[in-house]
């Protein structure tokens, strides 16, 4: 009676017929005033009702909302999860949109399309309302661990502050009407790279924690977090390169359902001894600060010791500092120093998955795992086929085989301006996909490899294309194929991750 009393004044006040369906129902918004055929603008009336705080139920149709915001604490009903669409008058894509478990994600952050250049280094996007979601719990078993590479690479403040030009970063390019630095226009509108969440702030919390949801809903095991130059003494920073990840680490409940990998410096730097003790300070960091601090690392078993694992993006850049390559008796050394950190906290040593590794005639794999340093080859965008198209390259897999080996997938391999690596390969679908990773898992288990398989990408939208994030074309597919793909039939049991023993 009192919230009908409510709605009644409110009624009042603004001229309208307010009626709810019952006494203890929620508030209609049709019977309230909105307009389900989309010819009138709801946004005020709208605001008003949500603002209430009372739960909502919306009959099927089309609503007009341009506003920046909507309050969601009173409740969302939806007459059916297709039939009702809330829309701008940018678009015809749904704004207030929902997962495909039926949870409410809410209003897709930047959904009226402010350009982050025009907003300035203080600035923040500010429309968009996006609710909490549920804690992951899921526990499905596995026939690999899937590692998903994770480049955070849109909406992040520091890319506003920092140096050079950072046009990617920003998503003016996948807007409705794109338009690129110096206000030429760009490629048409792509669903395929307009995420679920909307054009999303991409050290929000919220944010985060949906996406580490659906990963871990979907079986992904582990996070790959591409974090660049890390500094744990200004991570909490907006500003700071690190902050999405001190956000994760700090502030994302849904992150602990997942382990991580973080990846150590590894620049191309002369051989000098202040660059040596440079790259040395940031892995001794990255130990100390994230490893030893917070226990959801990934880590490889081998003869009943685990080692915790880091992902060198150059090896040999490493031995260009330490040996100036010549040889590699200092890089050995160096990495036989970070085994012992680790032993030190209780490990075995450290597993490292190294993307341009150093020749096993010059970097002795036996020798640096009698050191406790498990030594892989793990590629990045690797796909192991061949073509210029992702079907053709799906169609010639063709991958290497070794207990030393991690296999990688790629659910996309395709740039879009302004993006500079211009990376030509069309034709990625989410059928595709799962057939790769097929052909992967399937692989990995014939050959007696790791048990492990990385992915190339979590959200690389300009780079990679579609990738382990819904998107506004295919939604969850990309993450329906993973989940199909690594399944185990019920009652199956996962095998360790390595197929190795130190020093073999």
């Given at each position: ?8 004044a ?35 009336l709208?605001?008003?009702l949500h ?7 919306y ?6 909302f ?10 969302v ?36 399309e ?17 609710v909490?979601?549920p ?15 994770w ?60 996406q ?16 660049g130059?890390v ?9 700071a ?80 500092v ?10 050995a ?15 075995g ?7 341009h ?7 002795d ?6 050191q406790?340093?498990l ?29 030393r ?76 194929a ?23």
């Open positions: 009676m009192r919230r009908w009393l409510a709605a009644l409110w009624a009042g006040l603004c001229g309208l017929a307010c009626v709810v369906i019952a006494a203890d129902g929620p508030l209609n918004v049709v019977t309230c005033g909105a307009d389900p055929a989309g010819r009138t603008d709801c946004t005020r709208l605001q008003e603002s209430r705080k009372v739960p909502l139920f009959p099927n149709g089309t609503y007009r341009n506003g920046e915001t909507l309050d969601f604490t009173g409740g009903t939806f007459e059916s999860p297709t039939g009702v669409v809330i829309r701008n008058d940018l678009a015809p894509q749904p704004v207030v949109v929902c997962d495909d478990q039926g949870h409410l994600i809410g209003l897709q952050q930047n959904h009226l402010q350009d982050e250049r025009e907003l300035g280094t203080k600035g923040r996007m500010r429309s968009g309302s996006l909490s979601p804690l992951s719990k899921a526990a499905r078993p596995t026939a690999v661990d899937v590692l998903a590479h480049y955070n690479d849109g909406g992040l403040e520091c890319r506003r502050t920092g140096g050079g030009w950072t046009g990617w970063y920003y998503w003016s390019w996948a807007f409705h009407a794109p338009v690129l630095s110096g206000g030429k226009a760009g490629d048409p509108y792509d669903p395929a790279r307009h995420p679920l969440l909307g054009f999303y702030r991409g050290d929000d919390p919220v944010v985060l924690d949906w580490c949801n659906w990963l871990a809903e979907y079986g992904v095991k582990a996070l790959s977090l591409c974090g130059r500094d744990f003494d200004r991570w909490q920073r907006p500003e390169e690190g902050h999405w990840l001190y956000q994760l680490f700090h502030h994302v409940p849904n992150f602990q359902r997942l382990q991580y990998v973080l990846w150590p410096p590894s620049p191309w730097l002369k051989a000098t001894p202040e660059n040596r003790q440079k790259v040395e300070a940031g892995w001794t960091q990255m130990i100390e600060r994230a490893y030893r601090r917070y226990g959801n690392c990934y880590a490889l078993e081998a003869g009943g010791r685990r080692y915790p694992v880091l992902y060198v993006y150059e090896g040999e850049a490493l031995r260009g330490f040996d100036n390559y010549r040889g590699a008796g200092q890089t050394a160096f990495l036989g120093r970070v085994a012992a950190r680790f032993q030190a906290a209780g490990y040593g450290v597993a490292l998955f190294v993307r590794p150093t020749a096993e005639k010059l970097l794999r036996a020798a640096l795992e009698r406790g340093v030594y892989c080859n793990a590629s990045y965008a690797e796909d192991h086929g061949k073509g210029r198209t992702y079907p053709e390259r799906v169609a010639s897999f063709a991958a290497p085989t070794g207990a080996t991690i296999l990688n997938t790629c659910t996309a391999r395709h740039s879009q301006a302004p993006h500079p690596s211009r990376w030509v390969c069309p034709g990625s679908t989410p059928a595709l996909f799962g057939e790769q990773l097929r052909k992967a898992v399937a692989h990995v288990q014939t050959n007696g490899m790791p048990r492990i398989v990385t992915c190339y990408n979590v959200a690389e939208w300009a780079e990679g294309g579609p990738g382990l994030q819904p998107n506004m074309r295919d939604r969850f597919g990309y993450l329906e993973l989940r199909h793909a690594v399944a185990l039939p019920p009652g199956a049991v996962s095998k360790p991750n390595a197929a190795f023993e130190p020093g073999r």
